[in-house]
């Protein structure tokens, strides 16, 4: 079982590259996220997307993502700044059934921008 | 908003020893709640989870947690740590007003060191 796959799991980045970050689940999931992790941060929800077509944000600046069908959901640095270095985590869940349906969590993608 | 505060930052047990990971929630309704942990370099795995119903909430790997609505905490517990039980710890609050737990707030993590 493939579960969220994340690729690359790491990348070096120069201020001002744009750079996209790959998330695929196989669970037929409706709910993905993104979260960045940071030390003494915890993780933040930067995207989330309900189901296939839609998307939110939760942080203004500098990610887009898109949501063309049910398994993939990118997340693109516009034009990164040093500030978005940190660990990506991409997350899936059955659309809107509540708790009983846990996330589940790829094992992140480490980006340094330099 | 909904908020999560873990207290401690680092804590290191003896192999064998109980251990009690605290966690402090804000939220206007009854939450949802969640611990998940993170071994070096890997995604997060849910240990347990509360949404209603019985305050002792059982886990996989021996834990449990217990939700206390008075104190506004759900602390997680294992009476018996293990060596292979020295992760990084995260509690998270879903919110319950929305109909869905899938956007998570999540604490900032406490990490455990197991010593033989």
């Known amino acids: 079982n493939a579960g969220v796959t994340q690729t690359p799991k790491f990348h070096i980045l120069k201020t001002g590259q744009s750079m996209t970050l790959q998330c695929a689940q196989d669970m037929n999931h409706g709910y993905m996220s993104w979260y960045r992790q940071d030390p003494g941060m915890g993780l933040r929800l930067i995207y989330y997307s309900a189901a296939a077509g839609t998307t939110d944000k939760e942080v203004p600046n500098g990610y887009n993502v898109s949501r063309l069908n049910t398994e993939d959901f990118p997340l693109r640095l516009v034009s990164a700044a040093p500030s978005q270095t940190s660990v990506y985590l991409c997350a899936s869940s059955y659309q809107d059934r509540g708790p009983n349906q846990p996330q589940h969590f790829g094992d992140g993608t480490r980006l340094s921008i330099l | 908003a909904q908020s999560v505060t873990q207290p401690d930052i680092h804590i290191t047990v003896s192999e064998g020893a109980s251990l009690e990971l605290r966690c402090n929630y804000s939220?206007?309704?009854?939450?949802?709640l969640f611990w998940y942990v993170q071994s070096p370099g890997q995604g997060l795995q849910l240990l347990l989870k509360?949404?209603?119903?019985?305050?002792l909430v059982q886990g996989i790997k021996g834990f449990e947690a217990e939700f206390k609505r008075s104190q506004s905490s759900f602390n997680l517990r294992k009476p018996s740590v293990h060596w292979s039980d020295a992760a990084e710890y995260f509690c998270?609050?879903?919110?319950?007003?929305?109909?869905?737990?899938?956007?998570?707030?999540f604490g900032t993590g406490t990490r455990l060191q197991v010593t033989l």
């Open positions: 939220y206007g309704a009854t939450p949802y």
């Open positions: 998270a609050v879903g919110a319950s007003n929305t109909g869905t737990a899938s956007k998570l707030t």
């Open positions: 509360y949404f209603s119903g019985d305050t």
